[in-house]
């Protein structure tokens, strides 16, 4: 069955490194075979510059009838005076609203090839094989009270409200445990029970559903501030990382540069699955749209690369195809091929788009010897 899947490359590098992503599509779709239908829309600042809005409603049915979506970046200084629910961000926390994407995975692995460009101890992170599942659309990024209001005396008053209920909490848990069997069977939930009752809620809940269907799994707890430190100490300590909207926001972004750079980083948020086992998906760098860097060929398209292979696992099941994307990118790394957010000192970079030839020129090798290996099986 033919997978549609709708490219959003949105602003800033987004559509820089959303190029590389279409010839790897291109090259599974044209080459491979995989059956793939691909259409482009906009979104954040260049939608808001076409049609005052950062996310069209026509742009918003599309991702509701894909099979994936996938995104590049949004925002970007030129929108910075745009009114608050206009501004390019917003059509992320709609698009991730609408699609009901409560999940959010963000693994961080440390490539071996890559220990040097981290800036913590190439000990303390060799071998890193972290996931962070995120609660999504709840928490404090939603909760309602949220707003200023004037107070008088020249005061003014900002508010936004954590809160969380038992089925949220259930139902990302329920993820967390899920991936934790598919790997090292542990679970850690990060929170700040002891300051919040919020917190409290989630330890409490948690628990409730560890013990109920998920006792096989090792759990364990951790409070959001003594995590941020574990994560630069001895992140090998966690296996899956399960928190809620806020902390995930920061803790993921910490995570990412244990593995050297943000621009290696991939995510999928994923939506509950339908009676078919079928969840609305989309997949994203976890970085943003990197202005300082926009429109030069330099950014690292290797994050968004490696969400097309998170793509096929998790939204089509093809998990050798994605074997193959992330093998590919290992193999570039192993031999030295580098952009320049992580570049060996002293080793020339190569830029966006050489990357993207550099991954292609690997798909095209393992595709060819897997072919002749086949052949010579069937003489
Ligand atoms: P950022 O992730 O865009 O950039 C942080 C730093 O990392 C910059 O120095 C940038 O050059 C570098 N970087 C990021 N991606 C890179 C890549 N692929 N290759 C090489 N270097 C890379 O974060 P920021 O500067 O805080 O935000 C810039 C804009 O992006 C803001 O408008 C922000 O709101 C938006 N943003 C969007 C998303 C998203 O679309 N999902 C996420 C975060 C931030």
């Known amino acids: 069955m033919t997978k549609k899947i709708l490219l959003l490359p949105g602003d800033g590098i987004g559509p820089e490194v959303m190029a590389e992503v279409r010839r790897v599509l291109d090259w599974f779709n044209e080459k491979y075979g995989l059956p793939l239908e691909m259409s482009e829309d906009l979104v954040g600042g260049v939608a808001y510059d076409r049609h005052g809005v950062p996310l069209a409603s026509t742009t918003l049915a599309a991702a509701q009838a894909a099979d994936a979506v996938l995104l590049g970046a949004v925002g970007g200084p030129k929108w910075k005076n745009v009114g608050y629910d206009k501004r390019p961000e917003a059509a992320l926390l709609a698009l991730r609203k609408e699609l009901n994407l409560f999940a959010n995975l963000r693994p961080a692995l440390a490539f071996d090839a890559l220990l040097d460009s981290s800036p913590v101890k190439p000990e303390i992170i060799r071998g890193l094989d972290l996931l962070i599942v995120r609660e999504l659309i709840g928490g404090v990024y939603f909760g309602e009270p949220s707003g200023i209001t004037d107070i008088g005396n020249g005061q003014r008053r900002g508010v936004n409200t954590q809160v969380y209920t038992t089925s949220e909490i259930h139902r990302i848990a329920r993820v967390a445990f899920e991936q934790a069997r598919q790997r090292s069977n542990k679970v850690c939930l990060c929170d700040k029970s002891n300051v919040m009752v919020s917190g409290l809620l989630w330890r409490e809940e948690v628990a409730k559903l560890h013990e109920a269907e998920y006792s096989d799994v090792e759990l364990s707890y951790i409070y959001a501030d003594t995590c941020a430190m574990q994560l ?25 540069m244990l593995t050297g750079s943000i621009g ?3 995510s999928a948020s994923l939506g509950a699955a339908d009676t078919k086992g079928q969840r609305k998906a989309m997949y994203e760098p976890a970085h943003g749209s990197a202005p300082d860097i926009a429109g030069k060929n330099i950014a690292n398209p290797l994050a968004s690369i490696l969400s097309a292979a998170m793509m096929f696992r998790y939204s089509f099941g093809w998990t050798e195809e994605a074997a193959m994307i992330e093998t590919g990118v290992r193999s570039v790394l192993d031999a030295g091929i580098r952009t320049a957010d992580i570049a060996a000192p002293g080793k020339k970079p190569i830029g966006t788009k050489a990357m993207g030839d550099a991954v292609l020129q690997a798909l095209n090798t393992s595709y060819s010897s897997a072919r002749v290996t086949q052949k010579a099986a069937l003489a």
């Open 264 to 266: 290696m980083l991939p």
């Open 232 to 256: 630069m100490g001895n992140p090998k300590q966690f296996d899956v990382l399960l928190t809620d909207n806020l902390f995930g926001d920061i803790l993921s972004d910490e995570a990412a």
